[in-house]
DNA sequence: ATGGCTATATGTTATAGA
């Protein structure tokens, strides 16, 4: 089964891209982020039309998550647990099966900038939410998936330039630390297995000539729960979307489950 | 680069992203 995750940058804006790259790519389950629309404004026919299972979480201009799968969604959850009062669309959950039922979680981890600030002390809040629910989900020992847009550069060869992060709340030591936190559970981080060398990207800014530079991060990842990293066989990073008509920011990141 | 671009809604300007 390929299970991908794709921070589109608005659905309206890659509203011809994404559709290309599903055909081209065709991952069984694929998380998207920052579909920047409500729930009643995706275009959920479009995808439909491909095959496609969609579930979304949206809320109106910004963030906003979904899930697609040419495999039905059960249990669908939306909302990160531990805050009642959030009210920000970055979280949602659902389990496919296939040979074995997974669990799998898109998430839209927040920006935090500037820190210090309420933007970074929301993100580090929920990251700490993201662990206590990250805790909840291995306790089970089913296999689970969480990947999405983390907005965490882990290391400095996560990064082309590191030195110009240092103060920027992606790669602040405190959110490593956060993220560190969170694959101390027990997850495995499918690129870093797999793709160890430095200078493998995700994102490259529309600014500054970045994509042409390679001056790219790696914020976009695939946590494997310890009975899910068993099952892995492959992944991979569709850097060429970067250089396609109309890009995203991101590229989608994917991963080849024997399940 | 102290924000150089892109996207959306709040819409000929502000907010957010990373």
């Not at 933007?119 to 939410?129: E, P, S």
Request: glycine content about 8%; charged content about 25%.
């Amino acid at each position: 089964m390929k299970i991908a995750t794709f921070n589109i940058n608005g659905i309206k804006a890659r509203i011809e891209a994404l559709p290309a790259w599903l055909a081209e790519a065709a991952p069984d389950v694929v998380v998207l982020q920052e579909i920047k629309s409500v729930d009643e404004g995706f275009p959920r026919e479009i995808f439909e039309d491909l095959g496609y299972n969609v579930e979304t979480h949206g809320q109106k201009g910004f963030n906003g998550v979904a899930i697609l799968s040419k495999l039905p969604l059960e249990d669908v959850t939306r909302g990160l647990p531990g805050d009642d009062t959030d009210e920000q669309a970055r979280w949602i959950e659902a389990t496919v099966v296939g040979k074995r039922a997974l669990r799998i979680c898109g998430l839209y981890l927040p920006n935090g900038n500037p820190a210090p600030g309420p933007k970074y002390d929301y993100k580090l809040a929920w990251m700490q939410r993201m662990q206590a629910r990250a805790r909840a989900l291995l306790a089970t020992e089913e296999p689970v998936v969480m990947l999405g847009d983390y907005n965490v550069i882990p290391q400095a060869e996560d990064a082309a330039k590191p030195e110009a992060w240092v103060t920027d709340a992606l790669f602040l030591p405190e959110t490593r630390a956060a993220f560190r936190r969170i694959m101390a559970l027990g997850f495995t981080d499918a690129v870093r297995v797999r793709m160890p060398q430095a200078g493998v990207y995700t994102f490259w800014d529309y600014q500054a000539g970045a994509w042409e530079r390679n001056n790219g991060i790696r914020i976009d990842h695939v946590l494997l729960s310890p009975q899910a990293a068993d099952l892995l066989c492959d992944v991979g990073i569709d850097k060429a979307e970067r250089g396609r008509e109309k890009p995203s920011d991101h590229v989608p990141v994917w991963v080849e489950l024997d399940s």
